[in-house]
């Protein structure tokens, strides 16, 4: 059989199977964003709209791979946590890297006229690299997704509060970069948020730039019949779960995850299983 | 400084380099496109809208990754062939598929409605997988290329000739399913080629469902000077090259890549860089 | 300089780092040990030479590397367990695998002699193969326990004390094959037991197979002063840490380790750290 | 049943399968070998007992494991490369290396007495650690072996030679480290050829270090009838094959491996399958 010639090729391919009950975070990038950013002449320091198509794509994501857990969004990046039980695609790297990386790009090219109606596409059209990397712990998993956060914010510590009066000051205050930076020369924090609120009524909140995409369903309720061990978890109920959480309705919200109140409200993501309070190790 | 408590999440990411010295295939697979052939009213058996719209995906990842030295696509899949002397993003596997399957996504569900004028893209979108694998050796590549050819047939091996003239004869002939059935019946392969080209005019062609993508600056006159090893390259030569590559026109053409002919005019496919005559071992 | 022209050839070795936070298992196992137990005629079914002589190596291997916090031996093979905080050669996997592989096998040629006064070895010489796995938890690893004292008992539920007891009627009672399988037809496990304590005074223990070494330090006073988290400690507590470790005292001992009291007992397992209470996730 | 409860934890362990059709190099290195040769009192600058030593375990890893091509030792490092159409244990990694390191270490601890008579062996054990490496090309794998040998030159280019002087003029001279520097002093690399053949007949020959462990049975008559293709070759051909080479004679070469010569006396190692004549791009 002629096949039979040509298919020991197939043996080149190397497995690449995610460690099981680790947690997996697939991050997206942005490719060339800044190029972009100044192609479509996107708002500094963060253009509402942009943002806004990146969490129509990432919602998207998240109700098609309900395996998903919690996604988090910072400017052109966004991370996908899936539960540590998760088997989809027997767990393969690229195979869940590159369905996550191709679902997000085809919504965000197919959603951008939505957000820039005025404003059409052209080539290079925008493209997002991806990587999926396994955290053993909860405690890794919220490291992780910290330092994404902070990791935003570096090396300018004090710089985000600047750009964003410094900006305000010209796109709504109408003046120049020259006298944008006269203006804030010598002020402190105090004097940034003062200006921000007297002059534009805006209330500096350093977690508005976090988006936050989870399924819905999450509730005390839930908690008391979830599993205790997902390996031990009958084929129907977890068929049952996976339609209940595909089901669920997708929220976006902007947070600081830092906190402990974040995850202090959100019991199911220290457990084993979402919906049940923590028991491990 | 806050940065360091959470960086050490950073060591978390597992390195996957792709063997130095060998030839990088990344492979794309449309994800259940047979849903999406139902849905969308795709001709049977390759519609001539869909495969075009492939090909025309393909070209825009081959020109802007200039890395590619071809592409070659059957049905809903394409195999992307990096050089091995590639050094693009490190040869690092994750961000070449993530790349190259974002890139064609992005391009697929842009260039849609160019080829699917009627029919408008609803969700869930096509989307696609995709995987890199190593080959050592020419021989290894061109083997893969053949499995990719010879797969798409099986486990049909006469099927598909059958089927080229049960779609014509329904679909250009206007029978049904019935009667188009009845009329092939006990006919062997020559009968077939007669009725496809006595009625329909058409010239059975295996090799017309294979679609390659290649750049075209390849030419006798490179092999020249053309430098024998990738290693000793110098970087403003390598410089040029790119520029030169990125520029190349890009061609589709319909091959048969299992004959020795399709190899034999490609003498650039057999050697250390693109455009030199082969001298390895 | 001659030197880079080769040197690319490094960039070849490609990185295999054990995922961090995870408890690291390098199990070993006697190569071709079937034709090596008839060789030098091990006593059946388990040789008490022989598996003195594994566990100590075993014991040479735990105190030379003071990151292994347990060792636990089944017939020909022993599984070290790495500490999941262990950042041993920075946790490359074929460096720990082949220190753990050499260090055992040099130890047991080393040690052979006396245990088998007089059996002289003759090449093909005693060697083992060895492989290491990542285990996110402590109940993961506690399985993987598990896996392996039960597994040396498969496929032979029943067979292991009826086997014990042949080979007693016939070493120790000097029975011959035909005799002992005679006498043992249509007996149950009670019938076994009796015969084996009555006639020999042996006490059937199925634990006693399997054999654990283990640092010996851990106590509740240590519990006290152990430090929360293993990124957080110092490099000097580190350094007295591991200095401690490497004098501690290494015990053998013969225990059922599926039971809860086996864990119930070692509290420091459990923990983040030797010698501390468990406080994860 | 009991077991399918804990078996999952073999989900846990990662494949990792050597690419295929590539040269895989094993290497393995001394652990701590200054403090062994301090300990053992070594002679500088290379020990002819510890050399020979290594020569001689080096040789049993050969013989027994015939798929090894050829073996190339410097110093307290010893290279084995296994054809690119080895299948030895699938290819996996950890299997390999481990079985290497532990024969290797087993024949060193075993055969330590024949060498070292006078000096009986004591913990710490010697022991080694090993690595394995693909190379695509016969190139890459020269290349390698040529970085082995000027790496153990590296950073001493003319120091190897003074070495060699110096310590002879204390070991065999008696002079005092003092007297043998005073006469050292100034001389270029003709004056200590000089010293060592005038003085101590001793012919200093670069290549003298570097120790190669090949198999015998390579010839011009053997080229004719072995096959071309790996692939191909029939089962029974490939069990006369491992046969025929299990029982060649290994011999021992110093040589220069860097120059052509030795490539150009051997053309096996340029094909596809030892004792054929190279054909491959």
Redesign the interface.
Known sequence: M??S?????????????L????WVVVR?DG?GFTKLCAKYAFEKPNDKRALDLMNAAAR?VVT?LPDITIAYGVSDEYSFVFH?SCTLFERR???I???V???F??????LWSTYFADTP?S??????????????????LR??M??RQ??SD?PR?HQHLYNTTFWALIQLGGLDNREAEKLLAGTVSGDKNEILFSKFKLNYNRAGDYELVEPGTHSAAEAADALAEP?QQSKTQAEKDKKKRSKARVVIEHLDIIKDDFWDRRPWL?SNKPGKT?K??
């Open positions: 002629a096949n010639k040509f298919e020991y090729v197939k043996s080149f391919e190397q497995p690449d199977f460690l099981p009950n680790t997206i490719r998207v098609e540590k790297a690229s195979k890297v590159s369905t990386v191709s679902t790009t085809a919504n965000y090219i197919h596409l080539p290079p059209l925008p493209s997002f690299d991806g990587r999926a990397v396994c955290y053993p712990t909860v405690m890794n490291d992780y910290s330092w902070v990791d570096q510590p390996e220290l923590p491990e190790p």
